[in-house]
């Protein structure tokens, strides 16, 4: 991916928090904590717009 194209996958996962009533700094902060020992099976849970986040 390009540089253009990364940015524009944050900015769009930021946005996204943001529409679903999150604070996007503290999804990201949360998200980036929980990253290294999250499962792969489970990645779509972190997600700014799952369901059922963390459950």
């Known amino acids: ?6 940015m524009a996958s944050i900015l769009s996962l930021l946005e996204t ?3 679903n ?4 700094y ?8 929980r990253l290294p020992t999250w499962p792969n099976s ?6 700014p717009y799952a ?4 459950s």
């Not at 991916?1 to 990364?6: D, E």
């Not at 503290?26 to 904590?33: E, P």
């Not at 369901?51 to 963390?54: L, P, S, T, Y």
């Open 17 to 19: 928090a943001k529409l």
């Open 1 to 6: 991916m390009r540089a253009g194209q990364r």
């Open 21 to 24: 009533g999150h604070d996007p």
């Open 51 to 54: 369901e059922n986040r963390f």
């Open 42 to 47: 489970q990645l779509n849970a972190l997600l």
């Open 26 to 33: 503290v999804w990201l902060r949360d998200v980036l904590t």
